[in-house]
């Protein structure tokens, strides 16, 4: 949120777009609810035509994007390519953080059920668990359980992990320590980003 707000373009969530989804009760989020509960992860066909429709939006068109939390698999990544082309992926972060620290940020983790925006225990917004920025409820999400998160830190080993090394072969991954507050790692990535792309005078197409 920080980085798209930056740089003035499209934050694109997968996990958001689906989690709206749910929430309005579309036939799509009844679709996807009890696999997002459990930790699983949605399949690439349902994600894939979610994210080309997306694209198709005018915001999309202009300069450029941040996919959070997509692709997520190698077949996402391949058909992202083929979405995509001729134009390609500039920069992709690896946010770099260890596991013991990830499992206990998510126990501490709230999310705004209205915007996505994230607190915590330790940051709560200012009035009594109502989002700072759009007035929504603030909660616990309902894949947050240690029982999902467990299973998601599973499946990003075996499903998401073998994207480092594709990305590194086309030179287009950065290495990002992601410990410290949402603030400095956003300072960070932003930093990275400005690195690689600012030389060529502007981010995006
Ligand atoms: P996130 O908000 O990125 O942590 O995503 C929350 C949940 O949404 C995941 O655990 C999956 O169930 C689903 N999801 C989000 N993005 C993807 C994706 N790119 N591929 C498959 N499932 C996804």
């Given at each position: ?12 969530s997968t996990g958001d777009m689906l989690r709206a989804a749910v929430k309005s009760g579309t036939a799509l989020g009844q679709r ?174």
């Amino acid at each position: 949120m920080l980085i798209s707000q930056h740089f003035s373009i499209p934050h694109i969530s997968t996990g958001d777009m689906l989690r709206a989804a749910v929430k309005s009760g579309t036939a799509l989020g009844q679709r996807v609810q009890r696999t997002m509960e459990a930790g699983e992860l949605i399949s690439d066909d349902i994600v894939l035509e979610m994210i080309a429709e997306r694209l198709r939006e005018p915001d999309a068109a202009t300069r450029g994007f941040v996919f959070d939390g997509f692709p997520r698999t190698v077949v996402q990544a391949e058909r992202l390519d083929e979405i995509l082309a001729p134009v390609t992926i500039d920069l992709v972060v690896s946010l770099d953080i260890p596991t013991a620290v990830v499992v206990e940020r998510i126990a501490q983790r709230r999310t705004c059920s209205g915007c996505g925006r994230v607190f915590s225990l330790a940051v709560p917004p200012k009035v009594d668990w109502t989002c700072d920025v759009c007035g929504g409820e603030v909660v616990q999400r309902e894949d947050d359980t240690e029982e999902a998160v467990t299973r998601r830190l599973a499946l990003y080993d075996a499903q998401t992990a073998p994207l480092i090394a594709r990305y590194q072969a086309a030179g287009r991954l950065v290495s990002v320590a992601a410990t410290g507050t949402i603030e400095e790692v956003a300072e960070r990535v932003i930093s990275c980003i400005g690195d690689r792309l600012g030389a060529a005078g502007e981010i995006g197409w």
